[in-house]
């Protein structure tokens, strides 16, 4: 398959460790931008001086990348539902965007416009059953998928369909 013929993906991501495994399929069925974006948690009191001073840097390098990554990209795939989740949904509401939410991160939202959020990956159906709770606008668009499995044919299909 031509790269002319593959939808454009932007994988996004802070951590590899989670996300590593699936780089091969994905460049297999998409025209890949595999972008790894610099953590950036909230500094607080236990935050080293330095980390504190290069927080906004840190912040504005992370959108300006995430922004220039996804401008050509047909869907954006953001592994954390993090603040870069947030950011995408409120920036590329015309975009296929899809995210993985972790169990941990179900407890704390992002403070996403849900409604551009297309599909979201949960490990088991627990979690669905309480993120369609917290987020009604997300009702349809959760899918249990144990370890991300059959993830390509839910982007293949949310593509075709959107």
């Known amino acids: 398959m031509s790269s002319e013929l593959k939808p454009k993906i932007a994988v996004f991501f802070s951590n590899p460790n989670f996300i590593n495994d699936f780089k091969k399929h994905f460049n297999d069925k998409f025209d890949l931008s595999w972008n790894k974006l610099p953590f950036t948690p909230p500094p607080n009191r236990w935050t080293p001086i330095l980390s504190i001073a ?79 709770l917290a987020v009604p606008a997300l009702k349809g668009k959760i899918k249990c998928r144990i370890k991300l499995v059959e993830l390509l044919f839910y982007l293949a299909a949310s593509f075709v369909l959107l």
């Open 54 to 132: 290069s927080f906004p840097f840190r912040l504005a390098y992370k959108k300006m990348k995430t922004l220039s990554s996804s401008r050509n990209s047909d869907i954006i795939f953001v592994e954390f539902a993090d603040e870069t989740l947030a950011f995408v949904s409120k920036w590329r509401k015309n975009k296929t965007i899809v995210t993985r939410l972790h169990r941990y991160e179900l407890f704390n939202l992002p403070k996403a416009d849900w409604d551009a959020v297309d599909l979201v990956i949960v490990v088991n159906e627990w979690m669905g059953k309480n993120l369609e």
